[in-house]
């Protein structure tokens, strides 16, 4: 079969043409009939003539022509699309940076007027704090301030707000003047005196159980297993005891004098009662005699057994604390209170607290309901006090020359550790199996716990602080020599002496034991290289003593406190300052939270600071009555420990929110509205303080979107 005749008459006319004349090429073959023929030239191509060829393969140029000019056409056409949606995106993301910006700048300026709005209430809340009367409306405004934005004067307005608020539970209505109050030991029940009748009441619910009534004025105490209600009746000298359940007399015992106080032993066998003889009766409840006479120098105020029943503690009006043993009737102690508390430790697992002080004593407090656990007594001041590494046992360090070590549980005394000069500090080792002393007698000494075993470390003055290293293979002293000193604590070998052109006050390793910090009475503070003893670095402050110096977490950042009023931050590898915080007193002493993220500082200003570490920003201020000398985190960070010269330890919550909900739990009632336009201009912008039941007083009303402030009535809690 040969081509098409029209084909074969188009290909010789399209030769014939020639190139001169041009060729037409609107003759040539295109979709079906090019198809067709560029098959047939497949299968017989050699019946065409050369005319035919030519045309052929000019129609296939001509076809290919054409396809790449379509390509170019949709790749045109792609082009202008993507062009457009460029512009579309460009646009679009120059509309959103705008309409970003614009929002960033709205924030920040509802931010600012927030800030503002927030420290003239805090500034207002202290104001109020000092008009009497006023105290729930300062802690109202604290809490709305901190509503609005968490400032420095926020929080320390709320705190100091707080200390003078109590949380009332319940009110308990009496018909005259209430002279004394008593808890049966499980807590479920209170006793009171008002006038001629004694109360009994359910603590939870506030309820009135049993009400007993006399002739004459009496007063009212719970026996320890809270099964007597013992009745002094003032008139008649005379304390009766009543059983609480079926209000029926039980015993009646008969003084020469007034009965001014009472108390029963744990084990409720015993009575002891004061009369206004200044004597103190032990009386058996079984028989109702008179065991023991106990007569004192002064008037008597109070009077309580020790939790074995053994010791009896008498209150007198000389500002003494008389201990008596029972049995004997014998007087052990007197102490008198009121002294600094030198130092503060929270135990490994957070959940006790130890303090101590001038007073002679080292207490354990448990440290949620701060109750006292345990009593560990010296015969000086008490200026150091540390846990073991798994909390079991204890060391204290006093100016009676000792060290002693002791059950956490049961406050007995298992090592006593002499020293020919006070003692400055102790240490545990990490595996708490040595104890390192120091002390003013230019020695520091490692024990064995369970031994006593003593190898001494010898200084040319006195050692005044120590810490071991991460393993517990390395010991460093700092001592008032201008040297502070690491020793191999196996062989007792001095390994290396680290210089100062003054006293060393405290020593710390950093987190993986290759560096060591020193604070120095010549004005600096300084890195060294454990293993070279190379100094690393001198941090300089300004002609006043460094004090005390420790490692952030990582080991990166080294924070120092110093009598020149500032504490600052170094970035250990190059000794650049970083951060300089300051107070109104000498700081002594400084540390850094668990996580690294805060610091805290204890100053002479009666102050606790807590910083940012990062941005070196004040967050909360801790406000003691006198100097305050140690400060210290519980392990998960979430509370603080602090001791003063004012006497006092305390726990403090970090969470401002858990404080918050705290005022408001303690809230009488809230202020109306009309109150709340004293101090806020716009009161129907916002929902006021204070919560109810734990979420603040706000609601959207659909589909407005208005804010709403319920009633804040009665007791919030």
Known sequence: MGPDPVHQCAGTSWRKTGEASGRDEGRLLRGRRLEEVERWQKERGRDLGEGEREFISASLELKEREKAKEERARAEKERTRKRIIQGVVIFS?????????????????????????????????????????????????????????????????????????????????????????????????????????????DVETGNELRMIVHENWIEASFSSYGRMLDIIIDDYNTAYLWDIETGKELRKIVHDNSVKAVAFSPDGRLLATADSNKTAHLWDLGTGKELQRLVHDDSINAIAFSPDGRILAIAGSGYMAYLWDVETGKELQRLEHGSRVNAVAFSPDGEKLITASDDGTARIWDAHSVQELQRLEHVGPVSAAVFSPDGRMLATASDDHTARVWNTETGKELQRIEHD???????????????????????????????????????????????????????????????????????????????????????AFSSDGRMLATASSDYTACLWDVKTGKQLQELKHDNLMVNAVAFSPDGR?????????????????????????????????????PDGEKLITASDDNIARIWDAQTGQELQRLEHDGPVSAAVFSPDGQKLATASDDGKAQIWTLDIKEVMGDACRRAAENMTRKEWTRFIEDTDSDCLTCPTEGSFNQSSIWPWEQKECQPCGGNLG
């Open 557 to 593: 950042t080294l924070a120092a406190a110093s009598g020149d009023n500032t504490a600052r931050l170094w970035d250990v590898g190059t000794g650049k300052e970083l951060q300089r915080l300051e107070h109104d007193g000498p700081i002594r002493k400084v540390a850094f939270s």
């Open 93 to 201: 993301i120059f509309s959103l940076a705008l309409a970003g910006l614009a929002y960033d700048q709205m924030l920040e300026a509802n931010d600012r007027k927030e800030e503002a709005l927030a420290r003239s209430l805090a500034s207002q809340s202290e104001q109020m704090r000092g008009i009497t009367g006023s105290l729930m409306e300062s802690i109202q405004l604290a809490v709305e301030s901190l509503r609005h934005k968490e400032t420095l004067e926020g929080i320390t307005a709320l705190r100091r707000s707080m200390v003078l608020q109590p949380r009332i539970i319940a009110k308990l209505q009496h018909d005259d003047s209430v002279s004394t109050v008593s808890f049966s030991s499980d807590g479920r029940k209170l006793a009171t005196s008002s006038g001629k009748k004694a109360y009994l009441w």
């Open 421 to 507: 000069s006070p003692v400055n500090a102790v240490a545990f080792s990490p595996d708490g199996r040595r104890l390192a002393t120091a002390s003013r007698d230019s020695k520091a000494c490692l024990w064995d716990v369970e031994t006593g075993k003593e190898e001494r470390l010898e200084h040319n003055d006195s050692v005044y602080a120590l810490a071991f290293n991460p393993d517990g293979r390395m010991l460093a002293t700092a001592s008032f020599d201008n040297t502070a000193r690491l020793w191999d604590v196996g062989t007792g070998k001095e390994l290396q002496r680290l210089e100062h052109w003054g006293g060393v006050n405290e020593v």
